[in-house]
Each structure stands twice: as C-alpha cells, then as structure tokens.
Nanobody
Framework: QVQLVESGGGLVQAGGSLRLSCVAS????????MGWFRQAPGKERECVAA????????YYADSVKGRFTISRDNAKNTVALQMNSLKPEDTAVYYC????????????????????WGQGTQVTVSS
C-alpha cells in the first residue's frame, strides 16, 4: 500500500511562490513515476507536472511551463513542486500521485495512469 502525504499549500498573493512537498511511504520511490495534479472548483482534475522514476524526464502542462518545477529526491522519498509567479487561476487543491513503473522510465500525465493519490493540499492565490 502506497501512502502519499502532501504539504506546503496555503494562501499567497499573485506573483508569489509556494513549494509543495509530497512524502511517500514506499520502500523504493525510484520504482514509481510521480505526478502533481490539481482540481479547481467545478473543473476536472488535471496534471500540472510529472516526473519519471529517476527524474530524467519531466512533463509540464502548458499553463505552468516556465513557472513550476517538479523534482524528486528518491533517497528521502519525497517529490516537490516549486511554484513561482503564481496566478489566481492556479487556485486549486493540489494532489500528489504515484504510479508503479516497470518500463525504462517515463512520465505519465493521464489521470487513469495513477492508482495512488494523496489527500490534497489547498493552494489559494489572491489577486
């Protein structure tokens, strides 16, 4: 059983920064591709960033490219999302997700690819 716990959300003004962290309760995090998703009220959950097992491949949604950075520390079982230049439209609940990866190491950005999810952390960006 994989458990994911997010932290780091909060209220920030537009233009500000937040760093989200996800701690995974797994023996070997390097066996998992990881992703960050968000869901705003009334909208579908979407992938904002994803990272391969070893961190060599990353994916970003167009809406966050150049502003968000996903990273991982497999030795510490953590995945982070650095969010800069935040906009009011970034307001959402952010979720960490994990997917066991048996391949050579790719990222996944589809919702259905991830069987393991955290409880989410609220990010609110005021204008």
């Amino acid at each position: 059983q994989v458990q994911l716990v997010e932290s780091g959300g909060g209220l920030v003004q537009a233009g500000g920064s937040l760093r989200l962290s996800c701690v995974a309760s797994v023996r070997t995090l390097s066996n998992y591709a990881m992703g960050w998703f968000r869901q705003a009220p009334g909208k579908e959950r979407e992938c904002v960033a994803a990272i391969s097992r070893n961190g060599g491949n990353t994916y970003y949604a167009d809406s966050v490219k150049g502003r968000f950075t996903i990273s991982r520390d497999n030795a510490k079982n953590t995945v982070a999302l650095q969010m800069n230049s935040l906009k009011p439209e970034d307001t959402a609940v952010y979720y960490c997700a994990a997917a066991r990866d048996y391949s050579s190491g790719t990222y996944y950005y589809a919702l259905d690819d991830y069987p393991y999810w955290g409880q989410g952390t609220q990010v609110t960006v005021s204008s």
